[in-house]
């Protein structure tokens, strides 16, 4: 019997829409103003504790995708991500990987992360 696969992505917007570029096209522009409940507009450190402690248990295949998506993503900051790496690393099972992603354009990264 063929091994049962559940593949499968969840995209995580852990500054919800925020964004630092206007791009003209952006469905996004409506969703910006939208009140995060969190201090900062950036996802509580918990949520993504849950979260990718939630999509390990519940992944089946040897590679485990994390997409972290926006707005622009990664204005969640350097820290945002070295804890949610430091909490990858810790839960990933020894015998799966866990590629991630950012979808977004990335220009933070020419300013100073937080
Ligand atoms: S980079 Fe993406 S989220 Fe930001 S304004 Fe452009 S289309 Fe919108």
Redesign the pocket.
């Given at each position: 019997m063929a091994a049962e696969f559940r593949e499968f992505q969840i995209f995580v917007k852990p500054v919800g829409?925020r964004?630092n570029?206007?791009?003209s096209?952006?469905y996004?522009?409506e969703k910006m103003d939208i009140e995060v409940t969190v201090p900062g507009g950036i996802m509580s450190d918990e949520v993504p504790e849950r979260y990718i402690r939630q999509h390990i248990e519940a992944s089946t295949e040897p590679e485990i995708f994390f997409s972290w998506h926006?707005?622009?993503p990664i204005l969640a900051g350097l820290d945002f991500f070295r804890r949610a790496v430091t909490f990858q690393k810790a839960l990933m099972p020894a015998d799966r990987t866990i590629p991630s992603a950012f979808s977004?354009?990335s220009?933070a990264v020419f300013l100073p992360w937080r």
């Open positions: 829409a964004c570029l206007n791009c096209y952006c996004y522009h926006g707005g622009e977004g354009l220009a």
